[in-house]
């Protein structure tokens, strides 16, 4: 896959994201992680499993969802907030809400959360 293929995947996987079809989302990313180098490789781990968390939220699976989030959770909590020119520190704080209110027995956040660009700063690595 060329780069121009790469960036086009990480760019639909992300629109994908943003109207719920995590499933989709999960697939783009998942075409790039496959031959990608580290560090870039454990990041698209983490969305990925973001991603198939929320798509097993929307099968009713909450177990399912609560493993993925916390493993995809744990693989992204030590990249930059803006790597690969995304918002990370947003998405971040989302899935800890998930995961806190599924801890608590509270209702979870009626909205999924939107990975949104960032364009100032772009990280170039783990912490």
Known sequence: MTDREQRAAFSRGIRQFNAH????????????????????????????????????????NHEGMRSLMRRGLAKVEGFPAGYRGVCLENLRRAVRNWLDADARGEALPRAYPTLRREKARQGRGPR
């Open 21 to 60: 079809e995590f499933w989709h989302a999960h697939e783009s990313w998942e075409s790039i992680w496959l031959d990608a180098p580290e560090p870039d490789k454990t990041f698209l781990q983490g969305i990925i499993q973001i991603a198939a968390a929320f798509y097993h939220h929307q099968k009713k």
